[in-house]
């Protein structure tokens, strides 16, 4: 079974200063790893992933994220906050080894960057 | 180029109802999904069709749900004497290929349905 924890329901940060979205996963085999946005009434965005290779990957709008296997943990970073990032950050997983082509989704971490 | 679309965007029904959800996916992809988010909560799997055919179904929650894709394209969701439990957005992405090494899923806006 593949599983993924999102262990904050928020995160507050002042624009300008480092975002961090934590993610941890549980696959029974090699992960692949997503980060999707959803702005309200709005569908998921796509902003990066890892299948394999550099442990750090860069996405859209200056996002990126580190796959790290030790810790089964993928967070999502972005260094300087824009107010227009507030939304709702969902972490995905793919286990290789799991037959079909589903993606397992954390329970969500709603971003709130302030002025 | 046009993303994934879903019609409607709302759809308000009465319990015990039949209901069709229509997704079209990004023109090309042969892979579609269906996924479903209750308030609060991440998205949870449904359904994948790669072409006309359902690859895995087997988070289709009970035989009241059902999906077809009968021209490898546009997608329905149909849901059977909806219960109150059914209310959730319903989302449908789609991918290239359906690889799971490489594909991106990108999602479409999805269909509120509430269920009085």
């Known amino acids: 079974a593949q599983s993924v924890a999102q262990p904050e329901d928020q995160v507050n940060v002042a624009e300008g200063n480092p975002l961090t979205v934590k993610c941890t996963y549980s696959v029974s085999g090699n992960p692949y790893l997503f980060w999707y946005v959803q702005y309200p009434n709005r569908g998921l965005q796509f902003l990066l992933k890892?299948?394999?290779?550099?442990?750090l990957v860069k996405g859209s709008y200056g996002f990126e994220a580190e796959f790290n296997k030790s810790q089964t943990s993928f967070h999502l970073k972005k260094p300087s906050a824009l107010v227009s990032d507030s939304a709702l950050y969902f972490c995905a997983v793919r286990d290789i080894k799991a037959a079909g082509n589903k993606l397992t989704f954390g329970g969500g971490t709603r971003v709130l960057v302030k002025p | 180029g046009a993303g994934v679309s879903q019609t409607p965007s709302n759809k308000v029904t009465e319990k015990g109802k039949y209901v069709e959800l229509r997704c079209d996916p990004i023109s090309g992809h042969t892979a579609l999904y269906w996924y479903r988010q209750s308030l609060g909560q991440g998205p949870e799997f449904l359904i994948y069709?790669?072409?006309?055919?359902?690859?895995?179904d087997s988070g289709l929650p009970n035989d009241r749900f059902f999906a077809v894709r009968p021209e490898g394209s546009v997608s329905t969701l149909k849901i059977q004497r909806t219960e109150r439990g059914d209310s959730a957005v319903y989302l449908c992405?789609?991918?290239?290929?359906?690889?799971?090494?490489?594909?991106?899923?990108?999602f479409g806006p999805g269909t509120r349905l509430t269920v009085l």
């Open positions: 992405a789609s991918s290239p290929q359906g690889r799971v090494d490489t594909d991106t899923q990108y």
């Open positions: 890892y299948i394999t290779g550099d442990n």
């Open positions: 069709f790669q072409g006309t055919g359902a690859a895995d």
